[in-house]
């Protein structure tokens, strides 16, 4: 099934993309901070929602893996 049916595969596609993109903003800032807008804009903005956001992503991971393992 792919991921865009299946409402936790795309919750889980959607908050590795967030921790994906901080985690490449925290090495290479200047490979996101250049491309602020257009379809490569979209990785700036999940960079920045993991920096800012960043307690409750890392809340939701947790549950994400716990409703994997245990579901």
């Known amino acids: 099934m792919l991921a865009l049916f299946n409402f936790q595969s795309l919750l889980t596609v959607i908050i ?3 921790c994906t993109c901080t985690y490449l903003r925290s090495l290479f800032p200047s490979l996101l901070d250049r491309n602020k807008t257009g379809v490569m804009g979209t990785f700036w903005k999940f960079a920045r929602i ?3 956001k960043s307690p409750y992503v890392s809340v ?3 549950g994400l893996a716990m409703a994997s ?3």
Do not use: N, P, V, W
């Open 50 to 52: 993991g920096e800012r």
């Open 16 to 18: 590795l993309l967030i």
């Open 60 to 62: 939701f991971c947790l």
């Open 69 to 71: 393992l245990f579901m």
